[in-house]
């Protein structure tokens, strides 16, 4: 039986969206697949596959590669210790946050950025919803993140202002829009190409939080080639295998100065002769992002 080679695009309910040289599919997965106790998703947006057409016209997802990378957080489940997969084989995570209406939760993207640290996944911040704000004030509050090494993009999808530089980003790579709910990820997807239609909802009066408007992972294919994926806005991320004494290590600001500490087990937390709480007190670390260092090495957050 002839096997096409495609990319998962679409995940729901059981069912797979696969796009092929030969068009898109449907498809089913093989049951062998879903076998014993699974610590994570067998499948997820993303994955490269192999499938079979059936006599009746059905699709069968009969191979799925193994990924290259993933971006995932440990799922909160009744199941126990699972790992979800946000999406698979992602070229870039741009990671997307209001400067307000929702107000920018940093210890999200803190978050957020450890995980690209550790999984070694390009990433990109756009922060939308500049018109709402203004680009000075955004800009303060974001500004030190470019002094990590992290690229930011200042964007507003109602006023198509740096649409042009986020379409451009997108092209030609398998890129996935990333953060909390309401903060404009299908908006900008559908300023960047008019023909994706995704539904958008605005933000609740009464909490000012955002709604889900994505409820499926889904990637759509880009006019410039590549694909964009729009995900679920996120309220929790927990962090999926990284340990507390390795967190030093995804922090850039951090890691350079843990050889100068004067413990080699030093927790960066209250030690005598620790470098990383020196160059805080002397404002050479951004205090937020110490913040949330200390709050996820205790567990607290």
């Given amino acids: 039986m002839e096997e096409i080679n495609g990319i998962v695009i679409k995940s729901q309910s059981g069912?797979?969206?696969?796009?092929?040289?030969?068009?898109?599919?449907?498809?089913?997965?093989?049951?062998?697949?879903?076998?014993?106790?699974?610590?994570?998703?067998?499948?997820?947006?993303?994955?490269?596959?192999?499938?079979?057409?059936?006599?009746?016209?059905t699709a069968m997802i009969e191979e799925i590669a193994e990924r290259e990378s993933k971006f995932s957080r440990m799922a909160p489940t009744a199941r126990g210790v699972y790992e979800q997969i946000i999406i698979a084989n992602p070229d870039q995570v741009i990671l997307t946050f209001a400067c307000t209406d929702p107000e920018p939760n940093m210890r999200m993207l803190d978050r957020f950025l450890i995980i690209v640290e550790?999984?070694?996944?390009?990433?990109?911040?756009?922060?939308?919803?500049?018109?709402?704000?203004?680009?000075?004030?955004?800009?303060k509050l974001f500004d030190h993140y470019p002094k990590l090494g992290y690229r930011v993009i200042y964007t507003s999808a109602s006023k198509k202002r740096g649409v042009h530089k986020l379409r451009k980003l997108l092209s030609g790579k398998v890129s996935v829009l990333v953060g909390p709910s309401g903060v404009g990820k299908s908006s900008l997807l559908n300023a960047v190409q008019d023909d994706l239609g995704i539904i958008v909802k605005e933000i609740s009066k009464a909490n000012r939080k955002g709604r889900h408007t994505t409820v499926v992972r889904e990637m759509y294919p880009l006019d410039g080639g590549g694909y964009v994926a729009d995900t679920p806005g996120l309220k929790a991320l927990a962090l999926w295998d990284i340990e507390p004494e390795e967190l030093d290590a995804y922090f850039p600001e951090l890691r350079d100065l843990v050889p100068l500490c004067r413990f080699s087990s030093c927790t960066h937390l209250q030690e005598p002769g620790c470098a990383v709480i020196a160059a805080v007190e002397r404002g050479e670390v951004n205090f937020e992002r110490y913040e949330s260092y200390v709050r996820l090495r205790l567990g607290d957050d």
């Fill in 118 to 139: 550790e999984q070694d996944i390009p990433s990109v911040i756009v922060v939308n919803k500049i018109d709402l704000l203004g680009i000075s004030k955004a800009r």
């Fill in 15 to 57: 069912f797979f969206k696969v796009d092929t040289d030969e068009g898109q599919y449907t498809a089913r997965l093989r049951g062998r697949f879903k076998k014993g106790r699974k610590l994570g998703d067998i499948i997820a947006v993303g994955d490269k596959v192999k499938i079979s057409i059936q006599e009746d016209g």
